[in-house]
T-cell receptor, first 112, second 112 residues
């Protein structure tokens, strides 16, 4: 079952902040975040493991609340290069072993 | 250079003609998976493999087959392609399910 991402799309002016949310109805072991630019493959941003930790990657950080089965990606002081589609991936346990399921994506556009 | 290689990049075929999309990684990764990407639906997992000879269905396995006879290769087989399998396909590999995934460049498949 795919995690739910919100918002579906967002437009920012350069320098503004944004938050992208990801939630699941199932217990999660980890949450992944990827960014995909138009016509390219998704590229890894970060992974958050169980424990509610927050990770950072330059001006992009994320949190993971395992009790609420939610994660949020924070983009601060956005740059034009942040434009793209952001996907969260959630790791869940299944009968065949843990698997990674991606959400439907959030389209982010940063304008001057 | 660490990479995941998919072939072909583009393919147009006719309904019912069997085809194989190859995927190879040079990072000695255990975990490999196939996704299809359609507008508005995000990345949906077709099959995944936790290691050699162990594969399991993802969220949309109907109409697809895979095999994992050796660690580096994970081909996707469409025995009888149909137009609803027209999509952008990505192969991905990672050390385990909760480590960074590397994506191939994608295969754009059109079934007419």
């Amino acid at each position: 079952q795919q995690p739910v991402q919100s918002p579906q799309a967002v437009i920012l002016r350069e320098g503004e902040d944004a938050v992208i949310n990801c939630s699941s109805s199932k217990a999660l072991y980890s949450v992944h975040w990827y960014r995909q630019k138009h016509g390219e493959a998704p590229v890894f941003l970060m992974i958050l493991l169980k424990g509610g930790e927050q990770k950072g990657h330059e001006k992009i950080s994320a949190s993971f609340n395992e009790k609420k089965q939610q994660s949020s990606l924070y983009l601060t002081a956005s740059q034009l290069s942040y434009s793209g589609t952001y996907f969260c991936g959630t790791e869940m346990i299944t009968g065949g072993g843990n698997k990674l399921t991606f959400g439907t994506g959030t389209q982010l556009k940063v304008e001057l | 250079e660490a990479q995941v290689t998919q072939n072909p990049r583009y393919l147009i075929t006719v309904t019912g003609k069997k085809l194989t999309v190859t995927c190879s990684q040079n990072m000695n990764h255990e975990y490999m998976s196939w996704y299809r990407q359609d507008p508005g639906l995000g990345l949906r997992q077709i099959y995944y493999s936790m290691n050699v000879e162990v594969t399991d269905k993802g969220d949309v396995p109907e109409g697809y087959k895979v095999s994992r006879k050796e660690k580096r290769n994970f081909p996707l087989i469409l025995e009888s392609p149909s137009p609803n399998q027209t999509s952008l396909y990505f192969c991905a590999s990672s050390g385990t399910v909760n480590t960074e995934a590397f994506f191939g460049q994608g295969t754009r498949l059109t079934v007419v």
